[in-house]
């Protein structure tokens, strides 16, 4: 009997876990993902190990949900375990779709942030400025632990991805909507999102008209308007190049799209086409005015690929080499 | 043999002002260095920051785009619109550790053959200063690796890459 049921697996790499939760939130519908099948593997919520999945047949896993970007050795050498195990790999998650925004470390060498979180922070005490290194010897005996990356990657970059599911995290409903899509067979063409080509303006119900701003501002520095586009408004909105699926979930309670379901369908680099919808609203014929307009947005390169910079047509910031 | 470096500079012009000033260039006989390779637009507005990006990260040294004078916009506003992402492109770059002597937007007029002479010899000669855009040996190690563990082409671009390549 149980031979019939979906073999599942789940994984997270370099992510928070929130795609992992967001699983759980489609709720009583996991007692029918039970009902159809069985998970063998899931690190963060059952005890399974790796050597478990290496010996899995190729193939053995129906599906596999894998999380997060990849990071290091770890993330790596799994993806390419479980790519082999599985049949249909579906990246779950901007993270492991597009980077998310572990990626924004691309804007430091390995160097910095090692520096940074091992000897810089406030609340860091490393006397002896010890950084972890792949191998070490303790007493005699040498340890290993992965190695850390140049770059966040994402897991297409790796290995061979059949689906994509974007968000931070992805709506329990689109999860669930992809679980039943897999149960029934109906899955589209491999190498498709399964999402909406659409954006998030078009889900979005904000009245939008020909756009003048002169002024950005930050959320907190007002409380929008219900009922007119944030864009119109001087938010800075990446909903004109985010893919729709999320229902304009931020900008129904008044929030600014900040593009966690990464580029629309067509969109090479989101950053870039974000940035290029939000900057023409200042557009004026007094250049200067203008420029002191578009300076009020202090981190474009941040705020523009905040979930999506492994993604980017430049991935990342162009280090120079060590002086 | 060391050749010099000679820029790779994608130059972006709208059809109305700057393709034609740099046509005036052209039948005029002016001299001017021959690295820029010209792509043209119906109006600078059409340049998308994503194609600035996307020459860069496919091997430009420099790009260069170019449309009318303000007030003279074939499509009225096209060239205001460049501006305004220009101003934050400019911003972006320079996060993204691009050096802001590689990007230029100026306004050329057709009948303005010589200005248009003016700016690519200095930008060329800028780029020249800077050397190739290329990303640091250290850049994307694993990904590289990655790639030529799996045998397929890697995309590298060649140091000094020269003109007419």
Redesign the interface.
């Known amino acids: 009997m149980s031979d019939k049921k979906l073999k599942l697996g789940l994984y997270w790499a370099a992510g928070c876990g929130g795609c992992d939760v967001a699983v759980l939130d489609i709720d009583e519908k996991i007692l029918d993902v039970a009902e159809v099948a069985d998970i063998h593997f899931w690190p963060i919520a059952m005890d399974f190990k790796y050597k478990d999945v290496a010996a899995m047949d190729d193939g053995f896993l129906d599906v596999c949900f894998l999380n997060g970007a990849i990071r290091n050795s770890e993330n790596?050498e799994v993806a390419e375990l479980l790519r082999a195990k599985s049949k249909v790999l579906v990246a779950l998650g901007t993270c492991a779709c597009y980077g998310g925004v572990i990626g924004l470390a691309n804007?430091c060498?390995r160097e910095e942030i090692l520096e940074t979180a091992f000897k810089k922070t406030v609340s860091t005490d490393n006397p002896e400025g010890i950084i972890p290194q792949p191998v070490s010897e303790v007493d005699g005996c040498e340890l290993h632990i992965p190695e850390v990356?140049?770059?966040v990657?994402k897991l297409d970059?790796?290995v061979n991805v059949d689906y994509y599911l974007p968000g931070c995290p992805p709506r329990a409903e689109l999860i669930a909507k992809a679980i039943d899509a897999i149960v029934a067979g109906q899955l589209p063409e491999p190498g498709s999102v399964l999402l909406p080509a659409k954006t998030v303006c078009d889900e979005c119900k904000r009245e939008k008209k020909d756009r003048h701003v002169d002024e950005f501002k930050r959320p907190w520095e007002l409380i929008p308007d219900e009922e007119k586009c944030l864009l119109d408004q001087g938010l800075v909105c990446m909903g004109p190049a985010t893919r729709a699926g999320c229902g304009a979930a931020c900008t129904n309670v008044n929030m600014p799209c900040r593009g966690c379901y990464g580029p629309a369908e067509g969109v090479?680099?989101q950053?870039?086409?974000a940035?290029?919808a939000?900057?023409?609203t200042?557009?004026?014929?007094n250049?200067a005015e203008?420029?002191k307009v578009?300076?009020q947005?202090k981190?474009?390169?941040?705020t523009?690929y905040m979930y999506g910079l492994p993604n980017?047509?430049?991935?990342?910031?162009?280090?120079?080499?060590a002086k | 043999m060391t050749k010099e470096f000679e820029p790779r500079i994608v130059g972006i012009l709208c059809n109305w002002c700057s393709y034609a000033g740099a046509d005036l260039a052209g039948i005029s006989r002016i001299k001017y260095p021959p690295n820029v390779r010209i792509v043209r637009v119906m109006c600078s507005g059409r340049v998308?920051?994503?194609f600035?990006?996307?020459a860069?990260?496919e091997g430009a040294d420099g790009v260069l785009v170019s449309g009318c004078h303000?007030?003279d916009c074939h499509y009225i506003?096209g060239n205001?619109?460049m501006?305004?992402?220009k101003?934050?492109?400019e911003?972006?770059l320079q996060?993204?550790?691009?050096e802001p002597e590689r990007f230029r937007l100026t306004w050329v007029s057709a009948n303005e053959g010589e200005l248009f002479k003016q700016y690519v010899t200095e930008m060329v000669d800028a780029v020249k200063k800077l050397g190739p855009?290329q990303?640091?040996?250290?850049?994307?190690?694993?990904?590289l690796e990655?790639e030529r563990s799996l045998g397929t082409a890697v995309q590298e671009i060649a140091a000094g890459g020269g003109v007419g390549e």
């Open positions: 790596k804007f060498t990356y140049e770059a990657y970059d790796f090479i680099d950053g870039a086409k940035m290029s939000v900057a023409v200042a557009v004026s014929t250049l203008m420029e578009i300076s947005v981190d474009p390169a941040g523009f980017s047509l430049l991935r990342g910031r162009q280090m120079k080499e | 998308d920051p994503s600035v990006l996307k860069f990260a303000p007030v506003e205001y619109k501006w305004a992402r101003v934050m492109l911003t972006m996060q993204l550790g691009i855009f990303k640091p040996v250290n850049w994307m190690t694993e990904l990655h």
